[in-house]
T-cell receptor
Framework: DAKTTQPNSMESNEEEPVHLPCNHS???????IHWYRQLPSQGPEYVIH???SNVNNRMASLAIAEDRKSSTLILHRATLRDAAVYYC????????????FGGGTRLMVKP | EPEVTQTPSHQVTQMGQEVILRCVPI?????FYWYRQILGQKVEFLVS????????KSEIFDDQFSVERPDGSNFTLKIRSTKLEDSAMYFC???????????????FGPGTRLTVT
């Protein structure tokens, strides 16, 4: 299985940008990079996904390295509500529809 | 905004009892999933369901588990004879068929906390 590596935890100050890194050195050409987050006591929530190009949506931006072996989720202005566990997940073309969650990065946001 | 709903929010049951967890996926979605998360552990995939049949299942999803879409809106997970180790949060999710298998996003419900005593 293609795997991802993320720091266990990160801290940020409120209203500052946050860059959450993810390494996926075994990624193959058709694997999509997905990010989900899980707020305390809630179900996972889709954030963003991409293949090769950088992506932006209303929640975040996804910067993908040119060699695709790493990516960074960018929250442009962290709020207290962004405190969550962020999961970087590779969706492999031949691995079905399931999401395989790792440990993720616990983001703490300080006021 | 449409959302996945789950009932009950918390279910307490005795070991050996049957439980049914209920989910109402987003109405135009065609793929349905169950995941579970034991307290303090990772979210684990259990099963996916499409076109009225199981499309994938994990090793966790043994003969004690079953899923059903009894009508056009509900999606259920049944555990026939619960064990202590079945205590966990159970999340239902759904997705559309619009995207490819590895591109489509999944939308999760708030979960049902199952406590087996």
């Amino acid at each position: 299985d293609a795997k991802t590596t993320q720091p266990n935890s990160m801290e940020s100050n409120e209203e500052e940008p946050v860059h959450l890194p993810c390494n996926h050195s075994t990624i193959s050409g058709t694997d999509y990079i997905h990010w989900y987050r899980q707020l305390p006591s809630q179900g996972p929530e889709y954030v963003i996904h991409g293949l090769t190009s950088n992506v932006n949506n209303r929640m975040a931006s996804l910067a993908i390295a040119e060699d695709r072996k790493s990516s960074t989720l960018i929250l442009h202005r962290a709020t207290l509500r962004d405190a969550a566990v962020y999961y970087c997940i590779l969706r492999e073309d031949n691995a079905g529809n399931m999401l395989t969650f790792g440990g993720g990065t616990r983001l703490m946001v300080k006021p | 905004e449409p959302e996945v709903t789950q009932t009950p929010s918390h279910q307490v049951t005795q070991m050996g009892q049957e439980v049914i967890l209920r989910c109402v996926p987003i109405s135009n979605h065609l793929y349905f999933y169950w995941y579970r998360q034991i307290l303090g552990q990772k979210v684990e995939f259990l099963v996916s369901f499409y076109n009225n049949e199981i499309s994938e299942k994990s090793e966790i999803f043994d003969d004690q588990f079953s899923v059903e879409r009894p009508d056009g809106s509900n999606f259920t997970l049944k555990i026939r004879s619960t064990k202590l180790e079945d205590s966990a949060m159970y999340f239902c999710a759904s997705s559309t068929r619009d995207r490819g298998r590895n591109e489509g996003e999944q939308y999760f419900g708030p979960g049902t906390r199952l406590t087996v005593t």
